[in-house]
């Protein structure tokens, strides 16, 4: 078969729930999902050439990862944006190379990656110029994490929320919907607002330079989801509490990436020394961990011609 197009798509992996931004902000990292796609020329009026899509796959997971184009979150997401755009299927023969850096459940947004990088694909092989607005939108009703697919999308830091649908547009039945107790509300409210304030201070000490370690560390403090997940992380109460831009220079804060396991450190410099501590302080716990030295890219996921 002879090529028509040759692409490649690359996009960023992203930790999400930083600080206190819990579902709320998240930033982009430098460490990318790729996928080398091979268009090749149609040879007949088929209705759609999802039997001819060929998926081959390298990196994290590889044994547990399917390479059906109806199984594969990647492909599924594709033909997800193309059927909500009346197009039926893959447009033409296609083989497509997937290669996966980012760590699977690990709190690296590896799920919101590939579903980035399915819409970008769809968008592609269906010459459905989408703006990445758009895409958004496509990507948010596959994975309902916005700070994820929106860092992995757009780059850098970035906050996001969910637009509530008006209930009669969902089709949600009356008797089906809660109650809002106050009870709830009140267990919650201090939580609630002690991220709040944090989050307000956050999103501003990060535009500052130089950063101001002191106020970002004490604005990434959480009281919404890190203290129910840290008993299933050994260490990482003492690690949050002990390890600090007063002990290690160059650090501005840690945080859960995510749900975990993985944390975040955001720092200046002085990796080597913030990586040394944390890695013996797990291992006191016998963990092992894995450190990775990733930069925070503006650019988020991009699409080029090869060829």
């Known amino acids: 078969m002879t090529y028509s197009r040759k692409l490649r798509i690359t996009v960023p992996c992203s930790s999400a729930n930083v600080g206190p931004g819990f579902d709320a902000l998240g930033v982009t990292l430098s460490l990318y999902l790729t996928l080398d796609i091979s268009i090749f020329e149609r040879t007949s009026d088929k209705k759609n050439y999802n039997d001819e899509v060929i998926l081959t796959y390298s990196g994290e997971g590889k044994d547990g990862v399917p390479l059906s184009v109806e199984k594969n979150l990647i492909t599924k997401s594709a033909l997800y944006v193309l059927a909500c755009n009346n197009i039926p ?27 980035v990088a399915g819409i970008m694909l769809g968008n592609a092989s269906g010459n459905l110029g989408l703006t990445k607005e758009r ?32 209930t009669d547009d969902t089709g949600t039945p009356r008797s089906e919907e809660l109650d809002e107790k106050n009870d709830t509300i009140n267990n919650f409210s201090a939580q609630i607002v002690f991220n709040l304030q944090r989050l307000a201070v956050l999103i501003m000490a990060l535009s500052q330079s130089p950063p101001d370690a002191d106020l970002i560390c004490q604005a990434m403090q959480d009281k919404v989801h890190q203290p129910y997940r840290k008993q299933l992380i050994p260490g990482l109460s003492e690690i949050i509490t002990n390890v600090t831009p007063t002990t290690h220079p160059g650090l501005l804060g840690i945080c859960l990436s995510g749900a975990g396991p993985t944390i975040l450190a955001l720092a200046t410099h002085n990796f080597d020394s913030i ?6 302080m797990f291992a006191e716990r016998n963990i092992e961990t894995v450190v990775k030295v990733l930069d925070v890219v503006d650019d988020g996921a991009q699409i080029v011609e090869t060829c």
């Open 89 to 115: 299927g893959f447009t033409a023969p296609m083989n497509i190379s997937i290669c996966n850096p980012i760590p699977m459940g690990r709190g690296l947004g590896s799920s919101g990656a590939a579903v």
């Open 135 to 166: 895409m958004l939108d496509y990507c948010l009703m596959i994975e309902r994490h916005p700070d994820n697919v929106t860092a992995a999308l757009m780059g850098g830091f970035v906050a996001s929320y969910l637009r509530e649908l008006n």
């Open 275 to 280: 990586s040394k501590t944390v890695i013996d």
